[in-house]
């Protein structure tokens, strides 16, 4: 794999095991999907700490409604045994006790997240895994509110692989034996090879049934850092992230691959659980995107991981990660704990309104594209997801409407993802109707902007929309960090993908139809507001550097809508700020108009006669709606993921979401209605 180039080739056997073929579910639609309405949380981590880096608030959020976690951590996070007192350097070199001090750190967090003191005990145990397996088990709740975390603790370093769990992914000829913690209940290493490890995973899966898996990044962004800087990051040579959490990603997508293959061997069901990948290092490089009040408490929660040389924990090798405690989350100049980025940014599900006046919802369940529609119009109520195959797919789908009223999904498609040298692509496809509101075609295949596979791992989730003239217009970020094009002509025949160049751009991307029928797309800078545009209707889109010239830089993804005098406003939030503002885009900019709309993350528009309805998440997470100018709150019904959808309506304005539960809720505020 190249993005895991940093690992040393050495084997720790002489005959390298065969590969064995990755299992695949069936593509094709109509399988049957398992549904409990029942939530469960599972997290799959490379390190102690990489949750509350990189995963929080949104873990944090679903542990406060009372859905259920496990963490399983990969690696021991032994790194080089020393565990570091902040102006003491002579600390001594022990693994054992270093991988247990950061597992007494996680009790200690997660207890506080529980509502509990952090010196609460937990039950330690040994639970067997798939293939004999045994690893350490921590187990502690309060009331209805559960957290178990499982240690499997294989190595980060070994004497002849300063990259154990990368060469895990890459090489045939290897084995890794596990760190026994000390204090531990398990007493033995255990031995893993890249399919036991995979195995170990699926089952645990099975075991626990999640209904949101979230882990890290598989293909993170293209960094070019000199030596020094790239060490002082902890990057892996020419991406944005550490190897160990590009590798534990890439072992958890194969996971997930898997277990649905397994579940639906002999006419069995697609599990129903939807993924969140998350960013990590890549925190380092973009502007921060968590208001002070929401990073107060994301940082507090390392605070308790971090720990105390002087407190009594009642755990002799260390009472945490020493290097992470007090004030250091903030302090820390890599700042990764001033943001939480999504790998595939996007409203879950894609929303649509049918002729008879019934909303449909698109999302990704079991990897797979499935439909929910609504029981009757106005009911609040969905029937059973119907299976559209195709998978397996990221999280988000993009969406476009032909003039004629056919529905067209894209996705982005793990084309193939194996170790041991295998394929590593992705690619975008589409899926469309046959008839208005009726059944789908075969799902095909658009290729990928990026000629070379590992280039072609770096793009991101297609977005696109249909112009007046009736060409479609997809768009995806591609591997330089820029804009990719493909436009598909009236009838039906796709030209080729085009880069757009322009400037470098966070995932994430705005495509609007402004009142000329004119495209434009958006995306989030560095220090700007980039901008796409047609100068006329049916002529070439094209980067448009004076676009956002004056334009506030943005803290992620940005909304847009057409103005009434033919302009483009666009909205969001800038970096660190609750706040919510609106711009015009193009030319001269008016002064930023503030919106009284605070919280954080994206936000979604709509345009209304009062004046623009607004969708996003307050301070505490709640999803929140602006309509007519007051703010209303979903304060019930199962917790938000990610970013909902937003729809108007004969009913008024309608949001929905993907709940912790694998199923969508929606919301009628103006009827009082939330499921």
């Not at 409604?65 to 002579?90: F, M, Q, W």
């Not at 991988?99 to 997660?110: D, E, T």
């Not at 020419?238 to 590009?246: K, P, Q």
């Not at 496809?429 to 590992?454: K, M, S």
């Amino acid at each position: 794999m190249a993005a895991l180039t940093g690992a040393t080739a050495l084997g720790a056997c002489s005959v390298p095991a065969p590969r064995r073929p990755t299992p695949t579910a069936d593509p094709a639609p109509g399988i049957p999907i398992a549904s409990t309405r029942r939530a469960q949380l599972m997290q799959i981590l490379a390190h102690p700490d990489d949750d509350l880096y990189f995963m929080n608030p949104d873990t944090q959020r679903m542990l406060d409604s009372g859905v259920p976690l496990v963490c399983v951590y990969v690696t021991a996070g032994e790194h080089n045994g020393k565990n570091r007192i902040p102006g003491d350097r002579n600390v001594p070199a022990d693994r054992p006790a270093y991988s247990s001090a950061r597992h007494q750190g996680l009790r200690q967090a997660y207890a506080v997240l529980l509502g509990l003191d952090k010196f609460t005990g937990w039950q330690k145990g040994v639970t067997t895994l798939r293939g004999d397996h045994r690893a350490e088990i921590n187990t502690l709740t309060n009331g209805h509110r559960r957290v178990e975390l499982i240690f499997l603790n294989l190595p980060m370093h070994t004497p002849r692989r300063w990259e154990a769990l990368p060469s895990l992914w890459r090489d045939r000829a290897l084995g890794l034996h596990t760190v026994v913690a000390a204090d531990s209940p398990l007493r033995r290493t255990v031995s893993y090879d890249y399919d036991q490890l995979v195995d170990v995973l699926v089952g645990l899966m099975e075991r626990y049934r999640p209904t949101v898996i979230q882990t890290l990044d598989p293909d993170p962004d293209i960094q070019h850092s000199d030596e020094a800087t790239r060490k002082r990051d902890s990057e892996q040579p020419g991406y944005s992230d550490h190897a160990d959490h590009t590798a534990v990603a890439c072992f958890s997508w194969d996971a997930m691959v898997r277990w649905v293959a397994e579940a639906t061997e002999d006419g069995g069901r697609v599990p129903g659980f939807v993924a969140t990948a998350f960013r990590g290092y890549f925190n380092r490089h973009w502007p921060k995107n968590l208001p002070p009040a929401v990073l107060r408490e994301k940082a507090a929660h390392l605070v308790p991981y971090g720990g105390d040389p002087d407190w009594d924990c009642g755990n002799p090798s260390g009472c945490g990660d020493y290097s992470v405690g007090g004030t250091r989350p903030l302090t820390n100049k890599k700042g990764w704990v001033r943001s939480t980025h999504h790998r595939y940014p996007g409203a879950r599900p894609v929303l649509v309104t049918e002729a008879d006046g019934r909303l449909a919802a698109y999302g990704v369940l079991g990897l797979r594209a499935v439909r929910w529609r609504e029981t009757g119009p106005g009911s609040g109520q969905w029937g059973k997801p119907d299976d559209l195959g195709g998978g397996p797919l990221a999280p988000a789908l993009g969406s476009a409407v032909l003039r004629d009223g056919w529905q067209l999904l894209f996705g982005l498609r793990f084309a193939a993802l194996g170790g041991h040298g295998g394929a590593n692509r992705r690619e975008v496809v589409l899926l469309e109707q046959r008839t208005v509101g009726g059944d789908f075609a075969a799902w095909t295949g658009l290729g990928n902007p990026e000629r070379e596979d590992d280039r072609g791992r770096r793009i991101g989730v297609p977005v696109a929309v249909t112009a007046p003239d009736g060409r479609v217009h997809l768009f995806v970020r591609n591997a330089d960090k820029g804009l990719s094009t493909r436009v598909r002509d009236t009838d039906g025949r796709w030209d080729a993908w085009r880069d757009l160049g322009g400037a470098e751009i966070q995932d994430g991307l705005t495509a609007v139809v402004d009142g000329a029928g004119r495209v434009h797309v958006f995306g989030a800078g560095h220090d700007s507001v980039h901008h796409w545009a047609q100068e006329v209707l049916g002529e070439e889109i094209t980067f448009r550097p004076d676009g956002g010239s004056g334009l506030p830089a943005p803290g992620g993804p940005l909304a847009a809508l057409p103005a009434d005098d033919g302009g483009v406003e666009v909205y969001y939030r800038k970096p660190a700020a609750p706040a919510l503002i609106a711009v015009r885009a193009g030319g001269s900019p008016a002064r930023p108009r503030k919106e009284h709309f605070d919280g954080y993350g994206a936000v979604s528009t709509a345009a209304a006669p009062n004046g623009p309805v607004l969708l996003g998440k307050d301070l505490r997470g709640r999803v929140q709606l602006q309509v007519d100018g007051r703010i209303v709150t979903r304060r019930q019904g199962v917790e938000a993921l990610d970013f909902p959808a937003l729809r108007l309506g004969r009913s008024g304005a309608t949001a929905v979401g993907m709940g912790a539960d694998a199923h969508p809720w929606i919301w009628y505020p103006e009827a009082g209605t939330a499921s």
